[in-house]
């Protein structure tokens, strides 16, 4: 009888190992901010006509459900976060808009890409503009 005990046990505890919820996978890609990724935000557009054409929810990483046990995404706006340069004695707007899921809750410099202004008109797209303009003020 103790054995018949210890093998339903020890079953019971290795059946655990072996189940799998569907939906998740444990592939991870990493994508890197692009100005492509932002299609809708051309050079010489006015930052009103932009932000509505770029208003929606990233994913910031998912939650499980305690009940039902199903993953949710978490959202925040894409407009993550908004700065002021100076450089050579001109003010520039920088707006970091979310581009890619993250996973962790919390988007690194690889999740955003970066929209450059100059008085409401956008100039520049991208990590790469954003930093020949830090380049050039200095910072």
Known sequence: MRRLGTIVM????LS????????????VTVTVAEPSMLPAAALGMRRDAILPLLERDAVTGYEQDAVTGEFRPRTTKALYSTEMVEAGGISY???????????????GESDLCPLIYQKDILVGKGRAELEALKAKSGE
């Open 16 to 27: 655990g190992c072996a189940t799998v919820q569907p939906g998740v996978t444990k592939n």
């Open 10 to 13: 020890l079953g019971v505890l």
């Open 93 to 107: 707007l920088v707006d970091y808009y979310i581009v890619t899921d993250v996973k962790s809750g919390k988007p």
